[in-house]
Each structure stands twice: as C-alpha cells, then as structure tokens.
C-alpha cells in the first residue's frame, strides 16, 4: 500500500477565527447546512490529506441536520462519517443514522486516580502490568469467562453499569461519576439480535483488539489546580486508563441496523451521498428500534468498562493494598447518538469519535464537578501523553457542547508497519521505561505513536477554540494492549 | 495504488487500497460468484494474518440474500465475520452459487482457532463500489477494523 499524495484540500474552506475553518453550504447541492472544522494550519493540511472533508460535507446532506456539521482536530476519514465528526439532527423532522454512531456504539474512555505517587511503584510496575494483562483479557473475541445467563445480557443491555451495583462490581459513587449514569432508559433489549447477543458472549469484561488499551499513568502536569482539585488528581500520582467499547454486540448492532436502514430510505424519500449514511427519521419505526438498540449496546459497553475497572482495582489492591485504590474520575463516551437541546430544538447528536464536554452550568454535569465542567478523557497515541480537560459552557454554542476523542489517526495500518515494526516499537516504549504488554507484534506497529497526529496539537487547538480547557497531563508508565 | 496483502484464485485477485483508518479492499473476478468466493477469501486471509489454525475438513452452508449485488457483497462479509466470531471457524475455501439475482449459496470449509480472529470487525457500506472493467467484475469494500 502507499500513502495518500498530498493534494489540494477537496474544499475551499474559510477562516473564522485561528481554530476555525468553514466550508459554506453552497459547497454542494446536497449541503444543508455550512460545515465547520476545528484545527490550524498543520491540523488543517493533514485532515485535508484524506476523505475526511468529503464525508464530512456528506453528513451535511442529511434530513434534519442542525445549525453546522463540525470536525473535531482529530478527525480523520472513516466510513461514511468522518472519525471526529459531530452532526444534530432534529428530533421531530430528522434522521438517526447507525453510521454516525459507528460499529463500536459507545466505544469511551475511563479514568481512575490513586493516591499512589508514581516514583513509589517503581519496579513494580513491570509485575503490576504483567497482572493487569492476566486479570482483563485483551484481543479480539470472547475470553472473559464471568458466567451470565440470557437474562443476565437482558440486565445488562437494560440497565448497563447499574445492574452490576448488586453484584458488587460496582459502587453508587462510580454510577455517579460515569456519563449518564452508565445507563440509557431508552434502551430497548428487544431490538438486539440473536446474532448481536451471540457475538456478547463471553465479552464482558474484556478489552478486545485494535486501538483499545489499559494504561497505568502517572500525573506528569496540572494546568488547571482547581478543576484538577475537584477530580482527584494530584501531581505524580498514579491513573489508569482504560479504553475500550460494546464489542461485538455493537458491531452487529450496528451492521444490522445499517443494512435495515439501507432498505428503507427510499420509501421515506431519503437519498445520501454515500450507502454508509444510511438512516431513517428519528420518529419512525425504524429509527426508535435504533434508537433502542443503540442505548442497549452503549449499556452494555459502561457495564463493561465497570467489570474492567473492577479487575483493575482487584490488581492494585493485591499490589498495593488499600494504598493502590482506584476510585473513578469520569467515564465518557465517544461513538453515541444523544438527544440533547440546543437553540430551543430537541435534537439527536451523533457524536463519532467525538466526546461530549458540558461546562459548569449544565445540569447534567456531575454534582461534584458542577462550577468545573465535565471531565473529558482525551487519550494520546500509545506512548505519547493523555489529557484530561474540563468541558466549557460556550462548548453548547461552538460544537453542540462536543470535542475531540483522541490524537486521530494520521497513518494507515500499512503506512505504519513500513515505518517500524513491532519490535521496533516496544523496544521503543522500554527504552522509555514503559511496560508494554501486547499479544500481537503486528497490532503494535499498526498503533505506533507515528500513525497518529501530534495530541498536543489537537489539545491546544480544543483549548483554544474553547471547547474544553486544559487540565493536567497524564504520561504512560504501562499498557496492555488490545 | 500499489497494494499489498493480495491474493489470487482461478483468475479472481484481491488487493488492499489505501485508508487511514480502516482496511478498503479491492475484489476482481471473471463472474460475480467469483467475486463472492474471492470477498471470501481475502477476508480469510486478513482473519489469520498468517495463523495457521487447524484444518477442517468439512464443508458448511452458507446462504445470504441482499437488495442488490454490491449490498450482498457487504452482508456476505458480515456474516463470515459473525461466524467467525461465534464458531471461531475461518472459511478460506469457497463454492459459490449465485441461486438468484443478489442472493448465493456457498460451500465453504476452512480453519478453526482457539480464539476469534482479529482485525475485521465489519463490512461497510462507505464508498462501495461494484463495476464491470475490461470484461471483469471489480468491486471495493471498506472494512471497519
């Protein structure tokens, strides 16, 4: 394979403000609304290189979109919807598409903080890594092997992280501190296939394969002492991350419903620039089933970063004691369509590799993080740093309270194993003293830091834009891969 | 593009095309049951990424149906990547039978692992594409991986 030739960006795109571009609705007939991209210069040539703008341009296309289609500095092209993208669609006259949700729905990040100081583990955390990668099954399929029946998954899909309350996995405190309270009451269980729950089994609990990891941290910098107050976390101390989404479950969820989608556009008069976007009006038949299955597949991916982060805790606390407990800092989502309102609409926002960052005043901000804003978990390239920043109120205004997920891919999976190869990469993480645990060689380069764009970069831009502000920075001391 | 990760049967090909995110493939084959048969086979070739796993000897029955043939094209995948997900069993042997005008019939045999294989997730819809050129079909999908 060879990389993209760099080319003229598709679009003729307008300045703003230095964070901001648009390309004006009359880019295209099929434009129904401008479409605005967050990013400076360098962002802005990299996201031009690849299909990102056209499908960006392609969402603006669909019935019911709001006010602007937005890219976040991150975005890159995926499959009709661009990775990064943001597009609201109006509950009364609008579409939901499964597409700008994505295969992994609620595919996010969670974050734990310790009160361990980082230069105290030491060592050990070659053997806390080593126990981590035994206690959470990663890479693809089933592995996991806690024992739930058919009616179990229907908890689980009902009732995501709250059903595992009574089995002990969870506490109060973590429902409090997880979006939504880990758990969508829209969620209809009914509309998960046969197959969607066939693919479940055994998967609870587990990490699976491609960009997902568990990450031990350290707090390297505070940017902001006051929101970094209110979140637990403290210079030098220990974090874990943890990324990872629905599985299987989500990916058939998915593919069922693009393909039902697929179907029925045509008797609701719908024509898309591209198969992918398929979809159907929220108030149809068709869209609630979505909807439903949707909030089930995101129930399920809270309940399973919980599990996750319980077999985390199991770790720390044989390593450490009640010294190593991890308590949780927020869990966000980042592949998810929610009904939000903004400008006086009830509208649906399909957030695709993007996170949601209300600010202080929202009410649907955690009680103890209200006057700070929303944690939002911005995890980098593996290797590289991750960043936890606080929504902003304007955030509503500027990109339907929404910003990045991640670094973004800049590389394909074969641009990056020609330019190293897995053992050139863990070689490179040891040499920086990061434990790296990972059962594919190949699978490691595909994720080498040089496939992704500059996180500090696609952070400033965030920060400057306004969308969210800085907050500490959090650097890898291990990682088990998926 | 130059592409790698090929692979070539009874003048059928398959090729991988370039995608930052994602794997797009690129299918040719002299009839549209060649091109679901080498759809087959290039998917098994990026399930195993060169694992062998164990033989089975029996061939399985595979049907799928679809609105049209660039959609069957997609589901085809799809239900490959559920079996192999649930039955942890990766066809790299096919006998296609088109038994209407988007729908096929296969006979397919291949290998079992102990555990799902990685990578392909999903076959999308996003930018597909299945045309005639000098006298063979060719098609491209995008795979979620």
New interface residues.
């Given amino acids: 394979?060879?990389?993209?030739t760099p080319q003229a960006p598709p679009y003729r795109a307008e300045p703003l403000t230095p964070w901001l571009r648009e390309i004006p609705a009359a880019a295209e007939p099929h434009m129904r609304v401008p479409a605005r991209i967050f990013a400076d210069e360098i962002l802005w040539r990299q996201i031009a290189a690849?299909?990102s703008l056209t499908q960006l341009v392609n969402t603006a296309a669909l019935p019911g979109v709001s006010r602007c289609v937005y890219a976040m500095p991150d975005v890159?092209?995926?499959?009709?919807f661009p990775?990064g993208g943001v597009a609201a669609m109006r509950v009364a006259d609008g579409v939901i598409s499964p597409?700008g949700v994505g295969?992994?729905i609620n595919c996010g990040v969670r974050l734990l903080a310790s009160d361990l100081d980082a230069g105290a583990i030491g060592s050990r955390i070659e053997s806390v890594v080593h126990d981590l990668s035994r206690s959470i099954p990663a890479?693809?399929?089933?592995?996991r092997q806690i024992a739930f029946t058919d009616a179990d998954l229907d908890d689980v899909l009902r009732s995501g992280s709250r059903c595992l309350l009574e089995r002990g996995l969870a506490s109060a405190d973590d429902l409090a501190l997880t979006e939504s309270g880990g758990h969508l009451g829209a969620a209809d269980p009914a509309q998960v296939s046969a197959?969607a729950r066939?693919?479940a089994?055994g998967q609870l609990g587990t990490i699976g394969?491609?960009n997902h990891f568990v990450e031990v941290q350290r707090v390297e910098e505070i940017l902001d002492p006051a929101a970094a107050e209110a979140y637990g976390l403290r210079k030098d101390r220990v974090t874990v991350l943890i990324h990872t989404g629905s599985r299987?479950l989500g990916?058939?969820v998915?593919?069922d419903f693009?393909?039902r989608m697929?179907?029925v556009m045509a008797r609701f008069g719908i024509v898309v620039p591209?198969?992918?976007l398929?979809c159907a009006p929220f108030r149809s038949p068709e869209g609630a089933a979505y909807f439903g299955a949707m909030c089930a597949a995101a129930n399920f991916a809270w309940a399973n970063r919980q599990t996750i982060a319980h077999a985390a805790r199991g770790v720390f606390r044989r390593a450490f004691g009640e010294a190593g407990a991890l308590r949780l800092v927020y869990d966000v989502a980042h592949n998810i369509a929610k009904v939000e309102r903004y400008d006086g609409e009830e509208l649906c926002v399909h957030r695709k590799g993007a996170t949601r960052a209300f600010g202080p005043a929202n009410p649907e901000t955690p009680a103890v993080y209200r006057g700070v804003g929303q944690p939002v978990l911005i995890p980098g390239s593996m290797g590289t740093a991750s960043w936890v920043l606080a929504g902003n109120d304007a955030a509503a205004a500027l990109s339907f309270a929404s910003t990045c997920h991640g670094a973004g891919?800049?590389?394909?999976?074969?641009?990056a194993k020609r330019l190293r190869t897995g053992r050139d990469v863990r070689r490179e993480l040891e040499a920086r003293g990061i434990v790296v645990r990972c059962p594919?060689g190949?699978?490691l380069a595909e994720e080498a830091p040089q496939a992704y764009k500059d996180v500090e970069r696609v952070v400033e831009v965030v920060h400057q834009a306004g969308l969210a502000r800085k907050v500490a920075r959090l650097t890898p001391l291990g990682v088990v891969k998926g | 593009m130059p592409a790698s990760g090929g692979g070539s049967s009874a003048g059928a090909t398959h090729e991988l095309v370039e995608h930052v995110a994602e794997v797009r493939v690129r299918l040719r084959a002299p009839s549209y049951a060649g091109l679901v048969a080498e759809a087959g086979r290039a998917l098994g070739a990026l399930a195993l990424r060169g694992r062998a796993g164990r033989a089975r000897p029996e061939w399985r029955e595979v049907e799928v149906s679809s609105a049209d043939r660039a959609a069957l094209l997609v589901d085809w995948i799809n239900e490959l990547v559920f079996l192999a997900e649930r039955d942890l069993w990766v066809p790299t042997e096919f006998q296609v039978e088109c038994t209407g005008p988007a729908a096929v019939r296969a006979r397919a045999r291949g290998v079992e692992l102990d555990e799902a294989p990685a990578l392909v997730k999903a076959a999308t819809f996003d930018r597909l594409t299945l045309q005639e050129r000098d006298g063979m079909l060719e098609a491209e999908v995008t795979l979620d991986v």
């Avoid at chain 1, 394979?1 to 993209?4: A, E, G, I, Q, T």
């Avoid at chain 1, 890479?139 to 592995?143: D, I, L, M």
Wanted: net charge neutral.
């Fill in positions: 394979m060879s990389d993209p690849d299909q890159h092209e995926g499959y009709g990775v597409g295969y992994d890479g693809p399929g089933r592995q197959k066939a693919r089994h394969s491609g299987g990916h058939q998915c593919t693009v393909r697929d179907a591209d198969r992918q398929a891919r800049a590389l394909s999976r074969g641009a594919s190949s699978e």
